[in-house]
């Protein structure tokens, strides 16, 4: 059973930067699509990017574009997301997930993380 580990939220004040993780242990990347959502309190869990496994493809929701970015390090089976240029309204709890599907529909990612909290002050 894979385990996603998120790690690297925090505080930040507005336009400054944070780098979260997303670590699986007990499984690999390998071969799926890892997907980042959002949840703002009160709000619906959101498609944030995902990138594909096996052929490095990203996608980004138009909300992030040019401020937020993907990496992985396949040694360390860990995708990462950079975010720059954050907002008060960036404030959510942050999910790494692994699906089987490029979607950015929640439901088709099977595998999820505890989720990090970004606070972005005004």
């Known amino acids: 059973q894979v385990q996603l580990v998120e790690s690297g939220g925090g505080l930040v004040q507005a336009g400054g930067s944070l780098r979260l993780s997303c670590a699986a242990s007990?499984?690999?990347?390998?071969?799926?699509?890892v997907g980042w959502f959002r949840q703002a309190p009160g709000k619906d869990r959101e498609f944030v990017a995902r990138l594909d496994w096996s052929n490095g493809r990203t996608n980004y929701a138009d909300f992030v574009k040019g401020r937020f970015s993907l990496s992985r390090d396949n040694a360390k089976n860990t995708v990462y997301l950079q975010m720059y240029s954050l907002k008060p309204e960036d404030t959510a709890v942050y999910y790494c997930?692994?699906?089987?599907?490029?979607?950015?529909?929640?439901?088709?990612?099977?595998?999820w993380g505890q989720g990090t909290q970004v606070t972005v002050s005004s």
């Open positions: 007990g499984g690999i990347f390998g071969g799926y699509v």
């Open positions: 997930a692994r699906g089987n599907i490029g979607s950015s529909v929640p439901l088709l990612y099977d595998d």
